[in-house]
């Protein structure tokens, strides 16, 4: 099984900057993709950007370009670098993983994070 903890959301005006956390811990073996979604009110869940256990990267158009997706060499802790922000990135965000086999496989979620952004 796997905990998710993020960390680093806020209140920022916009064109501001924002750092997001997500500290993992558990049987993370059959880890095959981890990164971050986000709601908005009224909205689905989406997609911002993830990485898969190979490095390979998927950013949603929405934020392409100004945030970053990048994961610690421990592999445990995985980072959402968030530039010129717009109130439209106004969410909830949350740690995501998936696991591709096993006896743990499945999704996982952590708690989200509120990010708020003022024009």
């Known amino acids: 099984q796997v905990q998710l903890v993020e960390s680093g959301g806020g209140l920022v005006q916009a064109g501001g900057t924002l750092r997001l956390s997500c500290a993992a811990s558990?049987?993370?073996?059959?880890?095959?993709?981890m990164g971050w979604y986000r709601q908005a009110p009224g909205k689905q869940r989406e997609l911002a950007a993830t990485?898969?256990?190979?490095?390979?990267?998927t950013v949603s158009d929405s934020v392409k370009g100004r945030f970053t997706i990048s994961r610690a060499s421990a592999k445990n802790t995985v980072y959402l670098q968030m530039n010129n922000l717009k109130p439209e990135d106004t969410a909830v965000y949350y740690c995501?993983?998936?696991?591709?086999?096993?006896?743990?496989?499945?999704?996982?979620w952590g708690q989200g994070t509120q990010v708020t952004v003022a024009s």
């Open positions: 995501y993983m998936y696991l591709g086999w096993g006896v743990y496989k499945g999704d996982y």
């Open positions: 558990g049987n993370m073996i059959s880890m095959n993709r």
């Open positions: 990485l898969t256990s190979g490095g390979v990267t």
